[in-house]
């Protein structure tokens, strides 16, 4: 979908989350990635300080794994308890007392579900649900492909599509995609059913309309 980011609009039981998570099969089967890296780091492409530490260590015999299509998906469901240290990731005190290191050390970060999607798809279904202030903490994601966390200077830039998945019905009764949020979603895809919708940009089969 040249690289954007997509927005599946729908009502209930239209299969918004069973098609994203089929959108796995037209990935590669395998890819390499370092071995032991939490965010799966492209072999000649690292991004994380572990990862570059092991390459500029090893070399040529940098150990790598193979990660199957069928891992390269993540999901979460936007719930009010939702926070940004599980979706981008927090400082983790305990981390830093074992390894004896600094909170400016960035080996005491504990990644979260986005960053560990790296180079994969990643789903949050229900995005209106989301507060707005994790909605914000996206931006920087789905602009500029970085990860921020706790002021970190992180330039990390991650290789992840995101589908995201709302019920127009919800905009008003539950809650709604903040504007900067919704400028940073390059294509939403609104599967009307043959009986409902028109107007500017949709028709009865469908429609494919980008922001």
Same mark, same amino acid.
């Given at each position: 979908?040249?690289?954007?980011?997509?927005?599946?609009?729908?009502?209930?039981?239209?299969?918004?989350?069973?098609?994203?998570?089929?959108?796995?099969?037209?990935?590669?089967?395998?890819? /390499? +990635?370092?071995?032991? $890296?939490?965010?799966?780091? %492209? /072999?000649?492409? *690292?991004?994380?300080?572990?990862?570059?530490?092991?390459?500029?260590?090893?070399?040529?015999?940098?150990?790598?794994?193979?990660?199957?299509? $069928?891992?390269?998906?993540?999901?979460?469901?936007?719930?009010? %308890?939702?926070?940004?240290?599980?979706?981008?990731? %927090?400082?983790? /005190?305990?981390?830093?007392?074992?390894?004896?290191?600094? +909170?400016?050390?960035?080996?005491?970060?504990?990644?979260?579900?986005? *960053?560990?999607?790296?180079?994969?798809?990643?789903?949050?279904?229900?995005?209106?649900?989301?507060?707005?202030?994790?909605?914000?903490?996206? +931006?920087? #994601?789905?602009?500029?492909?970085? #990860?921020?966390?706790?002021?970190?200077?992180?330039?990390?830039?991650?290789?992840?599509?995101?589908?995201?998945?709302?019920?127009?019905?919800?905009?008003?009764?539950?809650?709604?995609?903040?504007? *900067?949020?919704?400028?940073?979603?390059?294509? %939403?895809?609104? /599967?009307?059913?043959?009986?409902?919708?028109?107007? *500017?940009?949709?028709?009865?089969?469908? $429609?494919?309309?980008?922001?």
């Amino acid at each position: 979908m040249s690289k954007h980011n997509i927005l599946l609009l729908g009502l209930r039981g239209q299969a918004k989350t069973r098609m994203a998570r089929q959108m796995t099969d037209l990935l590669d089967e395998y890819i /390499p +990635f370092v071995a032991g $890296s939490e965010i799966n780091d %492209d /072999p000649l492409n *690292p991004i994380s300080k572990y990862a570059m530490d092991m390459i500029a260590e090893k070399g040529d015999d940098t150990p790598i794994e193979w990660l199957h299509r $069928s891992q390269r998906y993540g999901e979460k469901l936007a719930t009010p %308890d939702v926070s940004v240290a599980d979706l981008i990731g %927090d400082i983790d /005190p305990i981390k830093a007392a074992n390894l004896k290191l600094s +909170f400016a050390d960035e080996r005491v970060l504990h990644y979260g579900i986005i *960053p560990r999607s790296n180079r994969s798809i990643f789903v949050i279904n229900e995005l209106p649900d989301l507060q707005a202030r994790i909605q914000v903490s996206l +931006f920087n #994601i789905l602009e500029e492909g970085d #990860i921020q966390i706790r002021g970190f200077k992180l330039r990390m830039p991650l290789d992840i599509l995101f589908i995201f998945t709302a019920n127009p019905e919800d905009y008003t009764n539950r809650g709604s995609i903040v504007t *900067p949020l919704k400028d940073r979603i390059q294509t %939403d895809i609104n /599967p009307l059913s043959p009986n409902t919708g028109t107007g *500017p940009g949709y028709h009865r089969a469908g $429609s494919f309309r980008s922001w």
